[in-house]
């Protein structure tokens, strides 16, 4: 069964404390890798897609990379605008649908 | 601006009555979809649309119905027959899947 599980499930960090949010993925064939931004009551915001191993893309202070099994989502010297739940999901090949994570949920301080 | 609009933002529905939750686009996109999100769980696909007058049941579509007859609108309804429908609900549509899907803000369903 594809699965999607994402670690930790909340974050605390100081501001331009840098750190790492884990998705471990399991399907059956990956068609793509997705990161999601949502704030508290609204929908989520697209960040990224990853396709294959060893690919990497950033934008600002994220920096997503994916390995055959799980990808990362790296935050260097965060600030507290970056406070929000991430989340991810991926899609297999041959279907439509995305299968998300439960998110994690970070929270920068000043 | 283009973008998803999803009306009304809240909705409180009593037992026994079915409601219907908006959701309009102007981004010229084929596919649309529908999840619901619940405290502790990932979004599960309710039900999704990939042209006009057609549609597929997703991973929880009991209890739901959609219909799709104009490329900008995708309303759900929400029936007596859903058990549980107290969550926050998402539409959401693409052009091209390795763009990601476009969301809109969300409807928050409260039973009374």
């Known amino acids: 069964e594809d699965q999607v599980t994402q670690s930790p499930e909340a974050l605390r960090l100081q501001e331009g404390e840098s750190s790492s949010l884990n998705c471990s993925y399991t399907?059956?064939?990956?068609?793509?890798l997705f990161w999601y931004r949502q704030d508290p009551g609204k929908g989520p915001e697209f960040l990224f897609t990853?396709?294959?191993a060893g690919e990497e893309k950033e934008k600002e202070r994220l920096k997503a990379t994916l390995t055959k099994k799980e990808s990362f989502l790296h935050i260097t010297a965060p600030k507290p605008e970056d406070s929000a739940t991430y989340l991810c999901?991926?899609?297999?090949?041959?279907?439509?649908?995305?299968?998300f994570g439960t998110g994690t949920r970070l929270q920068v301080f000043p | 601006d283009g973008g998803i609009t999803q009306s009304p933002k809240y909705l409180f529905r009593k037992e026994g009555q079915n409601v219907t939750l908006s959701c309009e686009q102007n981004?010229?996109?084929?596919?649309m979809y529908w999840y619901r999100q619940d405290p502790g769980q990932g979004l599960r696909l309710i039900y999704y649309?990939?042209?006009?007058?057609?549609?597929q049941k997703g991973d929880i579509a009991e209890g739901y119905s959609v219909s799709r007859e104009k490329k900008e609108s995708f309303p759900l309804t929400v029936t007596s027959a859903q058990k549980n429908p107290t969550a926050f609900y998402l539409c959401?549509?693409?052009?091209?899947?390795?763009?990601?899907?476009?969301f809109g803000s969300g409807t928050r369903l409260t039973v009374v």
């Open positions: 959401a549509s693409s052009i091209d899947r390795s763009l990601g899907y476009t």
């Open positions: 399907v059956s064939g990956l068609r793509g």
């Open positions: 990853l396709y294959s």
């Open positions: 999901a991926v899609q297999a090949l041959g279907t439509d649908k995305l299968i």
């Open positions: 981004l010229n996109h084929d596919a």
């Open positions: 649309s990939q042209i006009v007058n057609d549609f």
